[in-house]
């Protein structure tokens, strides 16, 4: 049951991914409800393999259908997932939400830039201000939006039952 809905979910967010957001230039930004929905789940997700696999399966569909180079995309889904997964316990005394706001908005202004340099070959500023940091903006939004959704229908946890001696 679990499978099932993780694949339900990986075809709700390229649903709305390519049907809701892509046409969307906001600032010149595109938002990636891909990339808010992979670091939610490399926070969330208990298991190493299991985060690594759905990082995987959006990358390839998301450098399929994404319309961007397919080996940029699919290394850097799955090194930044790889990389959150690594880090998400630090620091401990730090909640897991405000944790996937600052990936987020950190994975997502490092894909822009870095897309750009690979694509131009050279760094402008004007990159940076006008496409990194509102694309980080709104994909930051979106996993505030996707964080509670996530966290209530796939990543239930179950409450530990007391036993009461009397």
């Known amino acids: 049951m679990r499978n099932f809905k993780i694949f339900l979910w990986i075809f709700v967010i390229f649903l709305v ?5 892509s046409p969307i230039h906001i600032f010149g930004a595109v938002p990636s409800a891909v990339l808010a929905f992979v670091m939610c789940v490399a926070i969330l997700e208990n298991e190493f393999r299991t985060a690594v696999i759905i990082s995987g399966i959006c990358a390839v569909v998301m450098g399929t259908i994404g319309g961007r180079n397919f080996t940029e995309i699919t290394l850097f889904y799955a090194y930044s997932s790889i990389i959150v997964f690594a880090a998400r316990k630090r620091p401990r005394y730090v909640g897991n939400f405000p944790k996937t ?3 987020t908005f950190i994975m997502s202004a490092i894909l822009e830039i870095l897309l750009f340099v690979i694509r131009e070959m050279t760094l402008d500023v004007s990159v940076i201000f006008n496409d990194a940091l509102p694309t980080a903006v709104f994909n930051t ?3 505030v939006i996707l964080y509670p ?3 209530k229908t796939l990543y ?3 409450k530990k039952k007391k036993l009461l001696i009397a």
Do not use: F, G, M, S
């Not at 991914?17 to 957001?21: A, D, E, M, Y």
């Open 156 to 158: 239930k946890e179950e």
């Open 17 to 21: 991914q390519t049907v809701v957001l």
């Open 141 to 143: 939004v979106i996993a």
């Open 101 to 103: 706001i600052v990936w």
């Open 149 to 151: 959704i996530l966290k």
